[in-house]
């Protein structure tokens, strides 16, 4: 039998990323992928290629501007992820792949498929908070608008199909599928022949935006805590290195300098394709994402990529990071930095436990985070559906 060649918009907006572009990378002869982005995506060198067109959402030179953009057009619009120009290229793809209903692009292409205009819709929905994102009436009306013309629903978690079926999406039109990474990039981390000459030092990572729900201020002060016991392990340095950018750096360096650990703790930016070598010279990892009113950590790509990484993870319990886990590595009530703390000294204090862990967090990555076996399955899904 003769497979047609299925061409395939992936829709993302500003929000279009290597993360998740991984595992977007298919048998050519089955499927020719195009991105969709914004002006400004959140990277520039993708493995597929991509087609920008203007958006509100790359206005705003300053975070004040940026946030204003937002709020005007989130009550006029719904939204300012706007993609001049999408509507198109309604005829170039037989799928058009997209994210979320309540991103006004996805709304776009919601009514072409009301009137038949593209063939069929995909929506990833990573959102694991019922009827989050409809507290503005605007917005409200375009996430509804689109989950009726919907084909296929993918969520990498059953946290998010279940928030789906809470707002009354019927569970068949719903597939679960992981997001994974490269793990022939994100190895273990006895590989690294830097890692295992510089035993002395305990470095423990954080990876991800400097804001309050992603718990930076509270690692922080559980290094201080941990630092301040001068624990009697021979030979030992700790250190804490922070990857990643965010409203909070200007504060967290001013802390920092307060403290007199600026030989202890850094603040750096990484490209995503050095972040394999910063996991890899790293001892454990801490994820201490907080959940607030309208956001809690939907699926956590750090956790995938430091499972895959061998390194020890330590997380607060909650959204959907306990699920992504699956049982390996050591769980903290949120919010508690003596548990932190602890948890912390713990690790360092058993440095098998730390191996167990590592070994477990590959095996699982093996199994279940491979992006070229998940790959597979969105090609198949595409297939199906065109069918």
């Known amino acids: 039998m003769t497979i047609k060649m299925i061409k395939v918009a992936l829709v993302r907006g500003k929000y279009l990323n290597n993360f998740e572009g991984q595992n977007f990378i298919f048998d050519k002869k089955k499927v020719i992928l195009t991105g969709i982005s914004s002006l400004k995506p959140l990277h520039e060198n993708f493995p597929f290629p991509v087609i920008k067109l203007a958006s509100l959402s790359d206005f705003g030179r300053s975070n004040f501007l940026e946030r204003l953009i937002k ?10 992820q706007i993609l001049f120009g999408l509507e198109k290229y309604a005829t170039k793809f037989d799928i058009f792949h997209t994210a979320d209903p309540h991103y006004f692009f996805s709304y776009q292409l919601a009514r072409l498929r009301e009137k038949n205009l593209i063939k069929k819709l995909i929506v990833t929905s990573w959102e694991t908070i019922p009827f989050n994102n409809e507290g503005i009436a605007r ?8 989950q009726q013309f919907v084909d296929m629903f993918i969520c990498h978690t059953e946290r998010a199909k279940k928030a789906l079926i809470k707002e009354g999406i019927s569970e068949d039109k719903i597939l679960v599928i ?15 022949i830097k890692y295992q ?4 030092t305990f470095k423990i990572l954080f990876v991800g935006r400097l804001v309050k729900e992603k718990g930076v201020e509270d690692l922080y002060e559980a290094f201080k805590k941990v630092k301040s016991l001068r624990l009697k392990i021979k030979n030992y ?3 804490l290195k922070i990857v990643g ?19 202890f703790v850094k603040i750096e930016e990484k490209s995503y394709k050095e972040m394999a070598e910063v996991y890899q010279n790293a001892d454990i990892i801490v994820v201490p994402s907080k959940k607030t009113k309208t956001w809690e950590e939907q699926y956590g790509m750090v956790l995938v990529e430091a499972m895959a990484s061998g390194l020890p993870v330590i997380a607060y319990d909650t959204g959907a990071i ?9 769980l903290v009530k949120e919010g508690n930095i003596d548990g932190l703390t602890s948890s912390i000294i713990y690790l360092l204090k058993n440095k098998n436990l730390r191996e167990k862990i590592g070994r477990m967090g590959r095996e699982r990555a093996e199994k279940l985070f491979d992006s070229r076996k998940i790959a597979k399955k969105i090609e198949e899904i595409y297939i199906n559906i065109s069918e």
């Open 245 to 263: 950018r965010g409203l909070l750096k200007n504060k967290i360096k001013k802390m920092i300098s307060r403290d007199c650990l600026n030989s």
């Open 322 to 330: 306990s699920e992504v886990l699956g049982g390996v590595g050591l």
């Open 178 to 192: 992981r997001l994974g990474v490269n793990i022939n990039q994100f190895k273990h981390q006895t590989l690294n």
């Open 139 to 146: 917005k409200a009306k375009i996430k509804k608008y689109t």
């Open 71 to 80: 709020v005007i057009a989130n009550r006029t619009l719904g939204d300012s």
């Open 237 to 239: 340095s700790l250190k």
């Open 197 to 200: 000459n510089d035993k002395s």
